[in-house]
């Protein structure tokens, strides 16, 4: 009995001697940074994914040991300026910056570029401005072709069979996000074929992003366009098979309106993206169908190396692809901001359907709640 509690003792002990060497490492590399801080400016807490984003990209800065302001700006755009304008003035070494509105920071960036506070734009690209040195996001065309491709494979669609057709409406993001268009495209061009051949139909004759965007992402708004759109093309029994919808806070919205205001008795497809906790729990209950999923843990990772190779004075390019923990690309052609072409690295977004879902638990993000049958965030 002695024996065997002094070996407990002897290997707690040496856990705790293994724990602190680990803990001086951690600290020691942590101790480097100390000095430096990296202002991350979040456009709202009021849909999901900056919430995730915004503790992801603290949790992991703080633990290389940096300092870290964080600032959510409620959606607007005047507050955002200000929080920024805010982290430049306090002297902070980095800043990374998810823009409410693209096109409406040139002033303040160009305040960040004169004090050479380095600016990464985070998931959307930021316009009319020479201050940004990097843009991470993920292939934000790919999101669109996903979701089309999706509805392709879904329905079995054939070019060369013209006999079955189905109606199709579009719900697509926000007009001063750089990135809405980028996914309407890719989900638009990807249907296109089928829409010229008749095979894919659009009752509500609302075929471009302008006729179909949702400012703010707003879940309310997409709802009432949605009621205003069952209502007017839908109430004589036109029966519905696609809800199109470029994110999940619109799906959401979509889907509502679809459950009180549809009268067709079959279940539309409605897509989706990001993975928010509420969509991921209609797609258990088959209010939604898909989603594509973004990783934003691996973002706030990607971004977190390209920040470290920033203040190293380094100027990363494709060399950095090795360092990341995620697939990513290098990209050094898409995204054009206005004044020249960003160099990006973009993630890899993937399908989430009610068949593969229990899969987001491998990222540690979430758990599966045996008792409630759903996916719960491991999020804070
Ligand atoms: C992001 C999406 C998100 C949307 C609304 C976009 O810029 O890329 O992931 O759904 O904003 O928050």
């Given amino acids: 009995m002695k024996k065997a509690l002094s070996i407990l003792l002897s290997a707690s002990l040496l856990a705790g001697v293994m724990t602190s060497f680990a803990f001086a490492e951690e600290a020691e590399t942590a101790a ?10 979040m456009p709202t807490k009021s849909l999901e994914r900056w919430n995730r ?18 600032k959510y700006s409620d959606n607007d755009i005047e507050q955002q300026n200000n929080d920024i304008s805010n982290m430049i003035a306090d002297g902070v070494d980095l800043l990374i910056i998810a823009a409410i509105d693209g096109e409406s920071l040139t002033q303040t960036l160009a305040d960040a570029k004169d004090a050479e506070i380095p600016v990464i734009a ?8 020479d201050a940004i040195s990097y843009y991470v996001s993920f292939d934000n065309y790919t999101v669109g072709v996903l979701q089309g491709q999706f509805v392709i494979d879904s329905l079995g669609l ?31 061009d990807t249907l296109e074929p089928f829409i010229e051949a008749g095979i894919l139909n659009i009752p509500s004759g609302k075929t471009s992003f302008e006729q179909v965007a949702t ?19 839908y109430s004589d029994g036109t029966v519905l098979d696609i809800a199109l919808c470029s994110n999940d806070s619109t799906a959401l919205g979509v889907a509502q309106a679809i459950q ?7 279940t539309p497809i409605v897509t989706g993206q990001d993975g928010d906790i ?35 004075g380094e100027t990363p390019d494709e060399g950095l692809l090795e360092e990341l923990d995620a697939e990513a690309a290098f990209d050094t052609e898409s995204y054009d901001n206005g004044t020249g072409i960003i160099p990006s690295y973009l993630l890899v977004p993937w399908t989430v359907t009610v068949d593969n879902l229990e899969d987001l638990v491998e990222t540690g993000l979430y758990e599966w709640d045996e008792d409630e049958k759903y996916l719960v965030s491991t999020a804070k």
């Fill in 158 to 188: 054939d070019i060369d069979n013209t006999e079955d057709s189905y109606n199709i409406e579009f719900t697509a993001g926000d007009p001063a996000d750089n990135n809405a268009g980028y996914f309407f495209n890719g989900a638009y």
């Fill in 215 to 233: 400012p703010a992402w707003s879940t309310d708004t997409a709802l009432e366009n949605f009621q205003n759109t069952l209502a007017s093309y």
């Fill in 32 to 41: 480097d940074h100390s000095d430096q801080t990296i202002g991350i400016a």
């Fill in 122 to 129: 985070y998931d959307r690209l930021i316009m009319e401005t």
């Fill in 53 to 70: 984003d915004g503790e992801y990209l603290k949790e992991q800065f703080e633990e290389a040991g940096y300092s870290v302001q964080l």
């Fill in 278 to 312: 509420a969509n991921l729990q209609n797609i258990v209950d088959g209010i939604q169908t898909m989603t594509v999923y973004k990783n934003v843990s691996d973002e706030a990772g990607v971004t977190l190396v390209l920040a470290e190779a920033i203040l190293e």
């Fill in 260 to 266: 009180s205001d549809y009268a067709g008795d079959n």
